[in-house]
């Protein structure tokens, strides 16, 4: 008989993350770009920091290039706490007040233009900043939230730095623009697609790795996003089922909302389920759904046990995602506390939370548009969470969708995503449908 090969061991989440890390830092000095992918809350940031401090340690400068100044700061803080020692420039916009969290650290310098920063090992500023900042050139780059980044964007930068880092999630919101770009649907140099998307055209035989871990779903959420988004990418989560719970300490009413807070609590969703009903989009019933539940949950008394300890869940960590600045303010209208974060999916790229509360795209309408489809709309919104997510929505958005199949015009030269918007919303809807609760 021929002895069958023993099976190899399972590596923990924590190795199997190192390791990626690892081939993304040896991978840098071999090849003139790097691409990393990131599910949500892989742990780009910490990514970031540590080839940052890996390069500087060569002791050639960098610049980082970030897509908001929200991220830049962000960075900026991590950077300069994680590595004390190391030089730092914040290059902004003449006007632009960098918040206190920055200026907290000596080692951080802020100005308008390079000249005026020092010369520090590492500079970090928008993409919009750095097309303006000269003509110096730089060693090294590292771009985050690259997906996010249109490509002429990048190509405004190109000339700026020798070496490159990519990362970003693939998952996510496409680059957004108010220009109709049809016009150049097709061309390899497409402006309106993302910067990851157009440099492996340019150049496929750059490496792209992946992360394999996400650090902030939990074990209930994990399996649904990987499935639904990332088919053929998948991930999962660093932690197991009973290493995080959400108790709700103080007793419910046994209402149709404290009902669905509880199915959340036990489970890590809840879909709350209106009544079938064609609306406006700032849907009243839905709103006010929306804002009781928020409500409710903070008269609940959460307290969220992790890894991380055991803590209460306040206001600040508690967020509502919506489609439309309109329904956003409808619901910051209900009267919630200031605390609490109302966005869109657009602002909560890359934001986490311990409970959020999502107004499913799709809620009370008559059609599906490509804007209500798009599938890294959803997975923002189904992924901000590290314990629970309770979505609102009508009933009959699976009938919406089989009346309204995927029937975007085919494109010559146009990548085709996966999945598509109609797939990804019937994956999640099948796994929301086991979490129903109904008014």
Request: a negative charge; proline letters at 8%; hydrophobic letters at 45%.
């Amino acid at each position: 008989m021929t002895a069958q090969a023993a099976p190899e061991p399972v590596r923990s989440p924590q190795a199997e993350a190192a390791a990626v890390v690892e081939a993304v830092l040896a991978d840098l000095p071999r090849h003139r770009g790097v691409v990393v992918d990131s599910p949500p809350g892989a742990g780009k940031s910490t990514l970031v920091v540590r080839a940052a401090g890996h390069i500087a340690a060569t002791g050639e400068p960098l610049m980082i290039v970030a897509q908001t100044n929200e991220q830049v700061d962000d960075l900026v803080e991590r950077l300069a706490a994680e590595h004390p020692a190391l030089t730092i420039g914040r290059l902004s916009a003449t006007g632009y007040r960098a918040p206190e969290r920055v200026f907290a650290h000596p080692n951080v310098r802020v100005a308008g233009k390079v000249a005026d920063l020092g010369d520090p090992a590492v500079v970090i500023a928008t993409a919009d900043k750095w097309a303006w900042a000269g003509d110096r050139t730089w060693p090294w780059a590292i771009v985050d939230e690259a997906y996010q980044m249109r490509s002429d964007k990048l190509l405004r930068i190109a000339g700026c730095f020798e070496r490159a880092l990519f990362v970003g999630d693939p998952g996510q919101l496409d680059p957004f623009s108010v220009v109709d770009g049809e016009r150049w649907a097709g061309l390899s140099w497409d402006p309106l697609q993302s910067a990851v998307s157009v440099l492996l055209r340019h150049n496929p035989h750059l490496p792209v790795h992946r992360l394999p871990v996400s650090w902030r779903l939990p074990a209930s959420a994990a399996p649904v996003v990987s499935e639904a988004f990332y088919p053929f990418t998948g991930f999962r989560s660093g932690t197991d089922h009973g290493d995080r719970s959400l108790h709700l300490t103080a007793g419910g009413m046994r209402t149709s909302y404290d009902l669905a807070l509880e199915e959340a609590a036990a489970t890590g969703w809840a879909l709350y389920e209106l009544p079938e009903r064609h609306t406006v989009r700032t849907d009243a019933e839905a709103v006010e759904a929306v804002a009781v539940l928020a409500t409710r949950l903070l008269q609940r008394a959460p307290v969220a046990v992790s890894e991380r300890g055991e803590h209460p869940v306040g206001p600040s960590r508690i967020a509502i995602g919506a489609a439309h600045r309109d329904q956003v303010a409808a619901i910051r209208a209900a009267g919630l506390p200031p605390e609490v974060t109302v966005d869109t999916a657009n602002r909560l790229q890359g934001r986490e939370y311990d409970v959020t509360i999502v107004l499913h795209p799709l809620s009370g309408r008559r059609d599906a548009t490509a804007f209500h489809l798009e599938s890294g709309r959803l997975c923002v919104l189904a992924s901000r969470h590290r314990h629970a997510c309770v979505v609102v929505a009508r009933a009959g958005i699976a009938e919406l969708l089989d009346a309204h199949p995927s029937a975007e015009p085919v494109q010559l030269g146009v990548p085709v995503k996966f999945p598509d918007g109609w797939e990804a919303n019937q994956a999640v809807l099948t796994h929301l449908a086991r979490h129903r609760v109904t008014p």
